[in-house]
């Protein structure tokens, strides 16, 4: 994920589209989600039942067909379907005749008690609300920013069937191995105003992942966050508002927690995730911790702009004073030295002819060595 902007005449579309995603609810809630909203199209998502079934085997015992069919009030066959054509969805089970079926890797559920014990103090400025399945998280929000939800309404989806990135890059996930969510918050001024607030919220989730261990966590302009110069997170921001204000946005953000290698075969770039930098991995931690420091940075950045974080920006810089190539979408290339980012949070890329600024979601960004490594493979 990474930051995009999109006008509000294209950001209507999504009300359309919010009509064919899927949100099994996992329990009553204050009106936080409009769950009238959606229809059950189960070829897209996984229906309730698996959810109830794989919660059963969460602890990575075997447990029979009868038994979980007793437990869940349902039949033998029902368990059967619903358990069928699992890794699709990332998530590998196994079957043995005669002891049943058994969770390869058990799932770290998200429970919103939890996240909120780890958010803090600031917990009251979140409303959260945790589902099983969303094809887009970001996709959802948008179309309740639409019918007025408030600030720092949260959606956190177990499995998210079609998340995406910048330039509609398909984000890749499974069942537990990723943190994927998105949080609606408005702010008084308009859409104008909030330049380079995606790369400020990837500034808050880097200092988040350092909070929780992760060391090397660093940023790759616009909005991805590295360990050891591999893809561990990134954001998509996406903005609703006039130009005058005021104006709200909806980010997502997906954190690799544990990817499975079928997860990592589908990815066409270097990444990584939380197992393998030695951090937590209770993705309510996770999620309560990011949260917590989204809410402080938000707050700056209604007061100073991207301007108030441009220093401490720099200082994470994985590419800082390296030789790179910026792709413009023409394909064109411009070869230089990462010098850092403006105030706006645009690209400063000192070129022979002088120094250039890019602007996000105009580029593709990668260190000229690798590019090199690339072009000798071929």
């Given at each position: 994920?990474?930051?995009?902007?999109?006008?509000?005449?294209?950001?209507?579309?999504?009300?359309?589209?919010?009509?064919?995603?899927?949100?099994?609810?996992?329990?009553?809630?204050?009106?936080?989600?409009?769950?009238?909203?959606?229809?059950?199209?189960?070829?897209?998502?996984?229906?309730?039942?698996?959810?109830?079934?794989?919660?059963?085997?969460?602890?990575?015992?075997?447990?029979?067909?009868?038994?979980?069919?007793?437990?869940?009030?349902?039949?033998?066959?029902?368990?059967?379907?619903?358990?069928?054509?699992?890794?699709?969805?990332?998530?590998?089970?196994?079957?043995?005749?005669?002891?049943?079926?058994?969770?390869?890797?058990?799932?770290?559920?998200?429970?919103?008690?939890?996240?909120?014990?780890?958010?803090?103090?600031?917990?009251?400025?979140?409303?959260?609300?945790?589902?099983?399945?969303?094809?887009?998280?970001?996709?959802?929000?948008?179309?309740?920013?639409?019918?007025?939800?408030?600030?720092?309404?949260?959606?956190?989806?177990?499995?998210?069937?079609?998340?995406?990135?910048?330039?509609?890059?398909?984000?890749?996930?499974?069942?537990?191995?990723?943190?994927?969510?998105?949080?609606?918050?408005?702010?008084?001024?308009?859409?104008?105003?909030?330049?380079?607030?995606?790369?400020?919220?990837?500034?808050?989730?880097?200092?988040?992942?350092?909070?929780?261990?992760?060391?090397?966590?660093?940023?790759?302009?616009?909005?991805?966050?590295?360990?050891?110069?591999?893809?561990?997170?990134?954001?998509?921001?996406?903005?609703?508002?006039?130009?005058?204000?005021?104006?709200?946005?909806?980010?997502?953000?997906?954190?690799?927690?544990?990817?499975?290698?079928?997860?990592?075969?589908?990815?066409?770039?270097?990444?990584?995730?939380?197992?393998?930098?030695?951090?937590?991995?209770?993705?309510?931690?996770?999620?309560?911790?990011?949260?917590?420091?989204?809410?402080?940075?938000?707050?700056?950045?209604?007061?100073?702009?991207?301007?108030?974080?441009?220093?401490?920006?720099?200082?994470?810089?994985?590419?800082?004073?390296?030789?790179?190539?910026?792709?413009?979408?023409?394909?064109?290339?411009?070869?230089?030295?990462?010098?850092?980012?403006?105030?706006?949070?645009?690209?400063?890329l000192q070129t022979a002819s002088g120094l250039r600024r890019f602007h996000s979601g105009e580029v593709s960004l990668r260190p000229l060595e690798s590019l090199q490594r690339r072009a000798g493979a071929a």
């Amino acid at each position: 994920m990474e930051w995009a902007t999109r006008s509000l005449g294209t950001t209507l579309k999504f009300v359309v589209r919010q009509l064919s995603l899927v949100l099994c609810l996992r329990r009553a809630s204050p009106i936080l989600i409009n769950s009238n909203s959606f229809t059950d199209m189960t070829q897209t998502t996984p229906p309730s039942l698996t959810f109830r079934a794989l919660r059963l085997l969460a602890d990575g015992e075997f447990r029979s067909g009868e038994e979980l069919a007793r437990t869940l009030g349902v039949s033998r066959t029902t368990v059967w379907k619903a358990l069928q054509n699992l890794e699709t969805w990332g998530v590998t089970l196994f079957k043995v005749h005669g002891r049943g079926y058994r969770l390869v890797t058990s799932v770290d559920w998200l429970e919103r008690d939890q996240v909120e014990r780890y958010i803090g103090p600031q917990a009251s400025q979140f409303q959260i609300h945790v589902v099983d399945s969303a094809n887009s998280t970001n996709d959802v929000l948008l179309g309740e920013a639409l019918v007025g939800a408030p600030r720092g309404l949260t959606l956190a989806a177990e499995l998210q069937t079609q998340g995406r990135g910048r330039r509609g890059r398909v984000w890749h996930t499974g069942l537990g191995g990723a943190l994927t969510f998105s949080l609606l918050w408005r702010f008084d001024q308009g859409v104008a105003g909030l330049a380079g607030l995606g790369p400020a919220v990837s500034l808050a989730l880097a200092r988040a992942l350092r909070i929780l261990g992760v060391d090397e966590a660093m940023l790759k302009w616009p909005n991805d966050v590295l360990w050891r110069h591999q893809k561990l997170a990134g954001v998509l921001v996406e903005l609703q508002g006039d130009a005058m204000g005021p104006s709200a946005a909806v980010i997502g953000i997906g954190i690799n927690v544990r990817l499975e290698e079928r997860v990592r075969s589908r990815i066409d770039q270097a990444v990584t995730d939380l197992a393998s930098a030695g951090a937590p991995l209770s993705r309510n931690q996770i999620l309560g911790v990011v949260l917590g420091q989204l809410a402080a940075l938000l707050e700056q950045f209604a007061t100073t702009g991207f301007a108030g974080l441009k220093e401490e920006w720099d200082s994470y810089h994985a590419l800082a004073g390296r030789t790179v190539a910026v792709m413009l979408p023409d394909l064109s290339e411009h070869i230089g030295t990462a010098a850092g980012v403006g105030e706006d949070a645009a690209l400063l890329l000192q070129t022979a002819s002088g120094l250039r600024r890019f602007h996000s979601g105009e580029v593709s960004l990668r260190p000229l060595e690798s590019l090199q490594r690339r072009a000798g493979a071929a």
